[in-house]
Structures are given as structure tokens and as C-alpha cells.
């Protein structure tokens, strides 16, 4: 079942190409809980492959992030702060994260867009701060970029070269199981960093809590 579920999703990554990739990048830098991990590494699969161009891939991805980061800034800078607050735990936005990704920018000011990009919870989330904020537009976009160019880098390196390298891939679960066995290390070490980065991100909120809760 597995290996049916991967088949269909990377054959839909081949067929809808650049601009499936665009768009599903643009939804994972919103609100909804779309992984880049499960987007921009099966992508990249199909560069190695010959059918789409890794450079091609990471362009996409990288201006499919700018363009949901802004769409969500946007929104937040036009709603204001209260009601996100009211009403965001109906679209994925518990006051929690909001609080989180808030003592970010407040933290961490302009600087903090770049390594939001860069890390879980914090990167879906953090452009609705800024834009509440109304932090300067060009700053954001350049922060958001840069830092959605590095993460689409790594997803596409990852993608192409623990996966890429099995032609068979998607016609039969013998070739799926190879990969499995021989990159295991890989997919591992993958784990391992996503998390050192969701611990990166608690302790971080953790401190900045305490900071503010400080007398």
C-alpha cells in the first residue's frame, strides 16, 4: 500500500511539474499543514531522472514559498493582530503558535524571517507577525527568500541524491526496499536533524517565554 501511495504522489509531482510545485509550496508557506519534506524532495527525484531540472525545481519551490509567506503577511497585515488571536485556532493558528512565532520576530526582528524559513512550526507561521507588525514588505521578501532558497536547496540535494539514484523507484517494491536498505543512514540522519530542529524551536519559545514572563 505503501508503495501504491508513493507511486501515485511522485507520478501527480511529474505530471503537474513546475507549477504544481509553485503551488504546493505556496500552500506549505500559509497556514495548512502541507510538509516541503513530502513536495520538493520528490520533485527533485525527476530532475535526476531527466524529466524536470533540479535548478528548475528549487526556483519553483523557493518562489512558491515567497508567494505563501506574502499572501499570509498580507492577510495578517490587513485583519490585525486581535482577530487572528479570536479566531485562529479555526484555521490552524492556536494562540500558542501565534505566540510563538510573534516572540520570534520580536526576538529576533528582520534577521528571524531568514532562519524561520530554515526550521518546523516556526516556518509556516512566522509571516503573520511580521505582517500584523507591518514590518517593511522588501525586507520580508528578501529574509524570505533567501531563507526558502537555502531550505529548497537542501530538499532538493537530499531528494535527488537518496532517491534519485533508483530509476526502478516507482515499478516495483523490490527497488523501494533497496532504497530503504541501502540509504537507511540517510533517512536517519534526515530524522535526526528534523528533531534537533523541532527542539531548536521549543527551547528557543521556551526561553523567549520566560523572558517575557520574567519580572
Known amino acids: 500500500m505503501f508503495h501504491s501511495l508513493l507511486t501515485s504522489w511522485l507520478e501527480h509531482l511529474r505530471d503537474w511539474g513546475y507549477g ?4 504546493l ?3 506549505e508557506s500559509t497556514v495548512f499543514p502541507l510538509p516541503s519534506e513530502l513536495v520538493v ?3 527533485a527525484y525527476w530532475a535526476r531522472q531527466g524529466h524536470l531540472d533540479f535548478w528548475g525545481i528549487v526556483l519553483s519551490a523557493t518562489l ?3 508567494a505563501g509567506a506574502a499572501i499570509s503577511y498580507a492577510v495578517a497585515r490587513s485583519v490585525g493582530r486581535p482577530l487572528i488571536l479570536r479566531y485562529g485556532r479555526f484555521v490552524f493558528v492556536p494562540e500558542q503558535k501565534w ?6 520576530i520580536n526576538h529576533f526582528s528582520t534577521g528571524g524571517i531568514f532562519f ?4 518546523p512550526v516556526v516556518r509556516h507561521l512566522v509571516s503573520l507577525p511580521a505582517g500584523a507588525a507591518r514590518m517593511p514588505f522588501g525586507r520580508f521578501s528578501l529574509m524570505t527568500l533567501l531563507g526558502s532558497a537555502t531550505w ?3 530538499l532538493a540535494w537530499f531528494g535527488a541524491q537518496v532517491l534519485g539514484d533508483e530509476p526502478d523507484l516507482l515499478k516495483s517494491r523490490e527497488a523501494l526496499s533497496h532504497v530503504m536498505r541501502e540509504k537507511l543512514l540517510w533517512f536517519m540522519a534526515a530524522a535526526a536533524v528534523l528533531f534537533v530542529l523541532y527542539l531548536v524551536v521549543d527551547l528557543i519559545g521556551r526561553r523567549m517565554k520566560r523572558e517575557a514572563t520574567a519580572p
Do not use: D, H, K, Y
Open 64 to 66: 512558491g514559498s515567497w
Open 25 to 27: 509550496m505556496a500552500i
Open 41 to 43: 524532495p520528490p520533485a
Open 99 to 104: 505566540l510563538l512565532a510573534e516572540g520570534w
Open 20 to 23: 504544481g510545485v509553485f503551488v
Open 116 to 119: 524561520a524559513r530554515l526550521l
Open 152 to 154: 529548497c536547496t537542501v
